[in-house]
């Protein structure tokens, strides 16, 4: 038995840089509490990084976006796109991490801090809540969730508005702490930074599925790179349902075994399963895309689930997103207690 502990934590240290963790716990810190102070920059909860990358080459993607084009064609300048974007994230990483050896571990920390993401989200979801609760909801009140979701949020209802901030709260888990902090472990800013470049274009220009062959050689890799990320965003969610009023944990172990009404990566991944599984209720669906795209969404959850969500909902959301946080710091805890460092 010592033997086969011996030999999983030589391959826990040879598959990660323990020495990371440290790095990650304080980024995480610093995040949730300046984004629950100053809120989502210019409206978008997911991390600079992702912001720095749109405004570099959303517009380029855009104009490539040509409906008249061949999938074909559309494919290859997706390619292109793709290219550009993992060199500048591996120049940018290398830069980085030059940085980062040069100075101490609190600029780590900071330069890390704009890779992920963790107190916006709860700041949007709290003024949607709060606005919501005292019969005030006006446009500004989901702006955030609109330009972060790339949805057109003015064209449904009440229920359409708070179904897209619970699939926020677990995409940004997701894509925004988990799969970075994850890449950050194993190959350092570089790692981080070339999945983020690649969630960037996927966000901007797939859809959720929905959008044109542009997108998909970079959704390809991005679903390729967060294969375990996703799952592990998946598992803490499900065992965030345990300390959730009104979730449910088997519920939750339900979204994993349940081949119907679950959600696509593109769409959520497991991570919006086991929400929705979780607090029995019927998420995604349709929508339109700030270009006015529609956007074929499926419904996720269990049969016969109600998709009439209320924000007493989205505050359960908030709790399942908060105690998934804490559960990812405690597993980063207990891998560096482990490792002996």
Request: hydrophobic share 50%; proline share 4%.
């Amino acid at each position: 038995m010592d033997n086969i502990f011996d030999t999983l934590k030589h391959w826990h240290n040879a598959l990660i840089d323990t020495d990371r963790i440290p790095v990650i716990l304080g980024a995480i810190l610093l995040t949730a509490i300046l984004g629950m102070i100053r809120g989502p920059f210019l409206g978008n909860i997911y991390p600079f990084i992702w912001q720095a990358f749109e405004k570099l080459l959303g517009r380029i993607g855009d104009k490539m976006d040509n409906p008249k084009r061949s999938p074909s064609a559309l494919m290859f300048r997706g390619l292109l796109i793709t290219i550009i974007a993992l060199g500048l994230a591996f120049v940018i990483g290398q830069g980085v991490s030059l940085t980062a050896l040069t100075t101490n571990i609190f600029v780590e920390i900071v330069l890390l801090s704009l890779l992920i993401t963790s107190g916006t989200v709860w700041f949007a979801l709290l003024r949607l809540y709060f606005a919501m609760d005292k019969k005030q909801l006006t446009p500004g009140a989901f702006y955030d969730i609109a330009r972060s979701t790339r949805t057109d949020l003015n064209a449904g209802d009440d229920h359409g508005i708070v179904r897209r901030a619970m699939s926020l709260s677990v995409k940004s888990f997701d894509k925004g702490l988990i799969a970075p902090a994850l890449w950050y472990l194993i190959g350092g800013f570089p790692a981080a930074i070339i999945y983020s470049a690649l969630a960037v274009i996927s966000w901007r220009h797939g859809r959720e599925g929905s959008g044109s062959s542009l997108s998909a050689i970079p959704m390809a890799l991005e679903k390729l790179m967060a294969f375990v990320p996703s799952l592990y965003a998946a598992a803490l969610i499900t065992l965030a349902a345990t300390f959730t009023p009104t979730a449910k944990l088997h519920k939750g172990l339900a979204s994993w075994i349940n081949g119907k009404n679950r959600a696509s990566y593109e769409q959520g991944g497991p991570a919006l399963s086991a929400l929705a599984w979780a607090l029995n209720l019927s998420l995604g669906g349709p929508g339109v895309d700030l270009s006015g795209t529609p956007i074929k969404g499926a419904w996720v959850g269990p049969e016969g689930a109600s998709a009439k969500v209320s924000h007493k909902d989205l505050r359960y959301t908030i709790y399942i997103s908060v105690i998934s946080h804490l559960l990812f710091i405690a597993s980063l805890i207990g891998a560096y207690i482990w490792s002996g460092s």
